[in-house]
């Protein structure tokens, strides 16, 4: 099976650290894993053109074409977002956006596929769930099947308190513990069909 993951930071620093972290993990769980992050990569906004909805494609020719393929091939789909104002990064929502193109060639591009989310805030109430909520909806209203860590510490998916920088993340015992447990049950429902064991 295999795992996409999407990181939404511009910067090579937390966020990158801590979804390729994420990787390894499910690669130990016998995953095919790749990623795919925006940093240095140019990805429009979406117009709203309608384009799609005539012509089967986004007609912005950008670099939002390297993930598409990886879309495709993906049982499972992590995104992971550094917190915004309180929000997912321009770039995640941008990546989320320009995804319209793939539902409008096939309306069940999406359905049956896993999604679990990641948010890394510099505050430690810095608008982390805000931002997995955003990731969630996106999961929801295409028909992928959003998984989170279950109670006790990782209930929506994994965060993280980074104070803005990556030693602070890499210390940070809480958030690589709602990392696990989201891993663990994102696993499980894809390994047993949907149903944990």
């Known amino acids: 099976m295999k795992i996409t993951g999407i990181c939404g930071s511009p910067r090579e620093k937390a966020t990158d650290h801590v979804l390729k972290e994420a990787l390894k993990m499910l690669e130990e769980r016998g995953f095919a894993t790749s990623f795919f992050g925006v940093r240095g990569k140019k990805i429009g ?5 309608d384009y799609c909805l005539t012509n089967k494609e986004c007609r912005i020719r950008d670099d939002m074409y390297q993930l598409y393929p990886l879309l495709r091939e993906a049982d499972g789909i992590v995104f992971a977002t550094p917190v915004y104002n309180g929000g997912v990064s321009a770039q995640t929502k941008a990546v989320m956006d320009r995804c319209r193109a793939l539902v409008a060639d096939d309306f069940d591009f999406f359905r049956g596929k896993a999604g679990m989310a990641i948010a890394i805030g ?10 997995i909520e955003q990731i969630i909806n996106f999961y929801v209203l295409n028909g992928v099947v959003a998984v989170g860590g279950g109670s006790f ?27 696990r447990k989201t891993v663990r049950r994102f696993s499980d429902h894809l390994q047993g069909g949907g149903k944990e064991k």
């Open 153 to 179: 510490g990782a209930n929506l998916g994994a965060t993280f308190w980074s104070k803005d920088t990556l030693e602070g993340v890499k210390e940070d015992a809480d958030g690589w513990r709602s990392l």
């Open 122 to 131: 510099g505050d430690r109430i810095g608008g982390q769930e805000p931002a």
């Open 45 to 49: 906004p979406c117009l709203h053109c």
